[in-house]
């Protein structure tokens, strides 16, 4: 098992993240990326993975 | 990677996050959302967000001046995804060969950065392995380790 090591990842400039209701912006029934996430079902359908992927 | 960041509301029930970038072309919104594809993998999304149409066109190059800023803040929030979704796999594809190529650039830049603390896979014909720095790939598949 690796390590974890503190890597300048966490020195990043922290974000401020506040939390909302975004469902309000998009129209009754609109799914964002509807269409990218259609095309990403399919490239894991057809994927192939090292063994063991899937169990680590 | 120690770049200014935009503000970034989210809303923590759909996995939206917006953010307003400020440049040259003015104020453009930018979502990013995370869409559940399988049982432990959400798919990447990232663009901007039309104020008439209120739909998001993934797409557009909006050459708004600030683009280290929007990317600094994109990582941002893919991290804290990842960190707040133990075992999750996000999916990152572009929706063009030139943003796959960005995607790309940003893994090379900072893969040692994050190799330590990240799974991280590139899918070439559907084939998904470890990711090799400066090989050229279609998709990425990248989680957290604890």
Same mark, same amino acid.
């Given at each position: 098992m690796k390590t974890l090591q503190k890597s300048s990842i966490d020195k990043l400039p922290k974000t401020v993240f506040i939390e909302s209701d975004?469902?309000?912006?998009?129209?009754?029934?609109y799914e964002p990326f509807a269409e990218k996430n259609a095309r990403a079902k399919e490239t894991l359908k057809k994927a192939k993975f090292p063994e063991g992927f899937w169990s680590k | 990677m120690n770049q200014p960041t935009y503000s970034v509301r989210f809303d923590a029930d759909n996995d939206y996050y917006i953010f307003e970038s400020i440049g040259k072309n003015g104020s453009i919104f930018k979502v990013v959302a995370f869409s559940k594809i399988q049982h432990n993998v959400y798919n990447f999304g990232f663009g901007d967000y039309d104020l008439e149409t209120k739909a998001i066109d993934d797409? $557009?190059?909006?050459? $708004?001046?600030d683009m280290i800023k929007v990317l600094a803040t994109v990582i941002d929030i893919a991290l804290k995804f990842l960190s707040e979704n133990p075992m999750i796999f996000i999916l990152i594809e572009g929706s063009s060969k030139t943003r796959t190529q960005l995607y790309q650039r940003i893994l090379n830049t900072y893969y040692d950065d994050l190799i330590d603390s990240y799974e991280i896979y590139g899918s070439n014909d559907g084939n998904f392995e470890e990711f090799q720095k400066n090989t050229d790939y279609e998709s990425f598949l990248i989680r957290k380790l604890f």
């Open positions: 975004l469902s309000l912006l998009f129209p009754e029934g | 797409e $557009n190059v909006s050459d $708004n001046g």
